[in-house]
């Protein structure tokens, strides 16, 4: 039977998401949480797949501006809500959805494509590279200690509702979003995703609470997170469950991270999507006992090669030129010379030879904001060195100074 591709419909979205539901899993999600996800699609950035009249697969993305290196937010599809029924998968209604949208995405000068990943060995076929990765920490703070920050004697920390601060919270967020790649500006409706708290989903932990990092009436850091008491015989063995931690200085960063560790019949603190350097790597008394872990968190893919990289900055001075070879995104195939530097890049089609081939579109995104280093590509055999003493020089100048970091899925 064929099966029709074609733009969502207001009225259809509840099909459409319930098929992605249950192929997530058949739990619907609570109410209200359901609710926002249908405030923020993008109705005309959505995909529909029909067999008859029923909805058998679906995908949208989000027009975001992600921060690249250098602070530009650059626009970017984020691309979400991918499903495909039980019934019709492995038949590639994903690979003619992907291809459809970004060829959309192309044409609407959407230079970057984003996603963060149900499972991570789906999208690296489709051109889309781990560009940043998230770590967690369980912090066994019976034994770890978090030193006193220096600077942090005229803060005050106060514990509010969450909805109480989030307009100052949100403030605070969007002055921070320039200074990691990765980071997403968020639009009207996206200051409600950190606020979500349905009681079914505690799993037996506290509604959410924020505390507030101020100096002199300045808010300068926030940390939202739940408590799970838990009491083992008689001793207290409870868990504080941090939703987000963003600061603006190192005083309220480690202020709030003492803050957090030091709760009073809390023996664990759980920090989920950190970035790889966050402060607390150089806070803790002892690492061995944080039990880190890393995962991949934003997939990047290149939609238009050109256009993206003279989008962000570059660490150092680079003249180079690169082959691309990109099945999905045709336009991107041939080669192209970036240079550039600290303030500012161009890159345009060139017929002179390649310097760096890029075995595999992925590793473009990869290294795209500065987290995968294009030495440690090329060990991996995605990039190729075919002028020598080329490789060094471009990896430094495609390196950040931060990890780049988004703290959330989407
Ligand atoms: C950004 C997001 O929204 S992430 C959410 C993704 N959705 C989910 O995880 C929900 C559950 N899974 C599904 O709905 C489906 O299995 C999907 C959407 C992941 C895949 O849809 P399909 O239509 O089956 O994919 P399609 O047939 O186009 O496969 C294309 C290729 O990807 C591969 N592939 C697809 N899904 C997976 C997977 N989960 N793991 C490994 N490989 C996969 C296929 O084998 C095929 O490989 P090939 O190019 O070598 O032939």
Redesign the pocket.
């Known amino acids: 039977m064929t099966i029709e591709l074609r733009g969502l419909r207001d009225k259809e979205w509840d099909a459409w998401f319930a098929g ?1 539901e249950w ?2 899993g058949g739990v619907s999600k609570a109410p209200e949480e359901r609710a926002l996800w249908q405030e923020l699609t993008e109705i005309d950035r959505s995909l529909a797949a029909w067999d008859g009249d029923r909805s058998v ?1 679906s995908f949208s993305s989000f027009s975001f501006r992600m921060t690249v290196p250098g602070g530009t937010p650059v626009p970017t599809a984020g ?8 019934t ?11 291809r459809s949208a970004l060829q959309g995405f192309h044409e609407a000068g959407e230079p970057l494509a984003a ?5 991570q ?3 690296g ?1 489709f051109g889309y590279g781990v560009a940043t990765r998230a770590m967690r920490a369980t912090i066994d703070t019976a034994r770890v200690r978090v030193a006193p920050p220096a600077g942090a004697d005229d803060l005050t920390l106060t514990v509010l509702p969450p909805a109480e601060a989030a307009a100052r919270c949100e403030e605070l967020y969007a002055r921070l979003v320039p200074t990691r790649p990765g980071m997403l500006a968020r639009q009207p409706g996206w200051e409600k995703l950190p606020l979500l708290d349905p009681p079914r989903e505690r799993d037996g932990a506290s509604e959410l609470r924020c505390v507030l990092a101020e100096r002199d009436g300045e808010l300068l850091g926030y940390a939202r997170y739940a408590l799970k008491p838990q009491w083992e015989a008689t001793v207290p063995d409870g868990t504080v469950l941090v939703r987000d931690l963003m600061a603006a200085e190192p005083a309220a960063y480690g202020a709030l991270l003492r803050f957090l560790c030091e709760t009073d019949l809390m023996s664990t603190v759980v920090l989920r999507d950190r970035p790889v350097d966050d402060p607390l790597l150089h806070l803790v008394s002892d690492i061995r006992r944080c039990q880190l872990r890393t995962i991949d968190r934003l997939h990047v893919r290149t939609v238009d090669v050109g256009a993206a990289l003279a989008a962000r900055t570059y660490a150092r001075e680079v003249d180079v030129v690169l082959a691309v070879e990109d099945e999905l995104c045709p336009w991107n195939t041939g080669r192209w010379r970036l240079s550039g530097g600290p303030e500012g890049a161009v890159c345009e089609r060139t017929t002179d030879p390649a310097d760096l081939s890029f075995e595999h579109v992925r590793a473009l995104g990869a290294a795209y904001l500065g987290d995968a280093s294009l030495a440690a590509l090329a060990g991996a055999g995605l990039v190729r060195e075919l002028r020598g003493g080329a490789l060094a020089p471009a990896a430094t100048a495609f390196s950040s100074a931060v990890a780049p970091w988004l703290p959330h899925g989407f």
Do not use: D, K, N
């Not at 691309?79 to 495909?84: F, I, L, R």
């Open positions: 992605l192929a997530f697969g691309v979400t809500m991918v499903s495909v029924a039980a019709h998968r492995r038949r590639g209604l994903l690979r003619r959805m992907m996603l963060t990943a149900s499972e060995q789906i999208y076929r």
